[in-house]
């Protein structure tokens, strides 16, 4: 049992620190106690998996999993919270929605995607799902006199529900399959009695159900609507955090499945075919978008795809690459969403017109946000260009030269409305007089984007670590 709890000791942390953040926060009501709180707790939750980094095993009768894979996946998580509430506060000061409440349900839904990356049980799996997608309802929905926000909480929920809904659906139809609902006891009786018809449409409702958290094509729809209706650093939260776990969930239940899912035609034929129409939806549809908050909508929609391409690639090269994808992924597009809602929190609006100029007043955002944009677009020196090498390589590696070559020409479409940012803030003049200041959280971004310059010219070291998570991932 002490093992059990070492094991869990991330998990087991976040929870306390949710309860602690509950109780806090209503016996004081004070949102800068527990915004400051959930910082302490962010570096508790981290300083505890590094503590237990180097443990493997299952725990609480192998309901959960501890792994290199989701110890790694933890801090992505944790990342991105952290940086999400270092920047949060002008926004949240501006739109008059500063309640404590909105740092507690960012811990919960953390705490809903560390069960998604560690679940050794679909059951396990269900409840972190939904534990990370209701609190990110709630997020959706803060500005609660907005009619915007509401729209884009409404249709979270109903479209996330109907989700959940195939997924439950999906796992239902597994257990039939196999009387399990362990994720390596299904793989046992799979090798003992082989794969049924009813596993295979099990297994593609699950699918159905991860696919549309990571915004996949066909299941993207609500994506642009909910990025623009919802705050715009609840849309940076959820457009990573949420993406990472559901890859994470993704590539626990494919190297689970490996023995029957690797060389299956069916199966890569029909992650390869959602990654590339996931990655020419995404990039056209970015083209012809006037808001940037859309245009970051539809361009998740296209890193979803490139991430596809390693899952389609599949084996510890392509999972490799798609977990080194989700770190940087992260950064950039949190850093992207971040400068968004500050300069929406100095009157700004977020159409393209709306950054002109801003280079002449605010040389530093103006600077980070290049360097977004330019690794969103995958050039190099940047981590967003090792990201796209190495899904990419995965691809040919695995005999899908082809996938690497859309997944390029669609990279080459998605620079022109980068670029686009890049020359409305740069080389033209404000239509209005602009009074951006320079605050704590411009600071925060431009040590976040120095992290995506030095992971692109320095990627060696976590490369390794995403390998050696992944290989220790494989091991029974």
Request: charged share 15%; glycine share 8%.
């Given at each position: 049992m002490?093992?059990?709890?070492?094991?869990?000791?991330?998990?087991?942390?976040?929870?306390?620190?949710?309860?602690?953040?509950?109780?806090?926060?209503?016996?004081?009501?004070?949102?800068?106690?527990?915004?400051?709180?959930?910082?302490?707790?962010f570096a508790v939750v981290a300083a505890s998996t590094v503590y237990v980094f180097s443990e493997q095993g299952f725990a609480f009768s192998e309901m959960v999993r501890a792994s290199t894979i989701s110890h790694f996946a933890n801090f992505v998580f944790l990342l991105s919270g952290a940086i999400v509430t270092l920047i949060s506060d002008r926004y949240l000061e501006e739109e008059r929605i500063w309640f404590g409440e909105y740092y507690v349900m960012m811990f919960i839904s953390i705490l809903g995607m560390m069960l998604m990356a560690s679940a050794a049980n679909m059951a396990v799996l269900f409840i972190g799902l939904e534990t990370m997608s209701i609190a990110l309802y709630?997020?959706?929905?803060?500005?609660?006199?907005?009619?915007?926000?509401?729209?884009?909480?409404m249709k979270y929920f109903l479209l996330g529900s109907f989700a959940s809904g195939f997924f439950l659906y999906g796992i239902a139809l597994i257990y039939g399959a196999t009387g399990e609902l362990a994720l390596h006891r299904i793989t046992e009786v799979l090798q003992l009695r082989g794969t049924s018809p009813l596993f295979w449409i099990g297994l593609s409702l699950l699918m159905i159900g991860l696919f549309f958290k990571i915004s996949a094509v066909p299941f993207h729809q609500w994506t642009p609507d909910v990025y623009q209706g919802a705050p715009t650093p609840a849309a940076a939260f959820m457009s990573t955090g949420a993406k990472a776990a559901a890859f994470a969930a993704i590539i626990s239940v494919a190297s689970n499945f490996a023995a029957q899912l690797q060389g299956n035609l069916n199966w890569s034929s029909a992650v390869a075919i959602i990654a590339v129409a996931s990655m020419i939806v995404g990039n056209v549809a970015a083209l012809v978008q006037e808001e940037l908050k859309r245009m970051l909508a539809y361009s998740s929609i296209a890193h979803a795809g490139y991430?596809?391409?390693?899952?389609?690639?599949?084996?510890?090269?392509?999972?490799?690459?798609?977990?080194?994808?989700?770190?940087?992924?992260?950064?950039?597009?949190?850093?992207?969403?971040s400068v968004v809602a500050l300069l929406e929190a100095e009157g700004l609006g977020t159409s393209y017109s709306d950054y002109a100029g801003v280079f002449k007043k605010s040389p530093l955002l103006a600077g980070v946000m290049a360097i977004f944009m330019l690794s969103l677009a995958g050039l190099p020196p940047l981590a967003g260009f090792i990201g796209k090498y190495k899904v990419f390589a995965a691809a040919i590696s695995a005999g899908m030269t082809w996938l690497a070559l859309i997944g390029v020409l669609a990279s080459a479409i998605s620079a022109y409305y980068y670029l686009r940012v890049m020359v409305s803030m740069f080389m033209r003049e404000p239509d209005q007089p602009l009074n951006l200041r320079t605050s704590g959280s411009a600071l925060t971004l431009a040590l976040v984007a120095l992290a995506i310059v030095l992971l692109g010219i320095f990627p060696t070291e976590i490369l390794k670590l995403t390998s050696k998570a992944i290989e220790l991932g494989f091991a029974p």
């Open positions: 002490l093992h059990d709890f070492l094991l869990s000791l991330p998990i087991l942390t976040t929870t306390l620190w949710v309860v602690l953040l509950i109780v806090i926060e209503a016996l004081l009501q004070r949102h800068i106690i527990t915004k400051y709180l959930s910082l302490v707790g709630i997020l959706a929905g803060l500005m609660r006199r907005d009619r915007r926000s509401n729209e884009a909480a991430m596809l391409v390693g899952i389609a690639a599949g084996g510890a090269e392509g999972f490799s690459a798609v977990i080194y994808y989700t770190l940087v992924y992260t950064l950039m597009n949190i850093g992207a969403f």
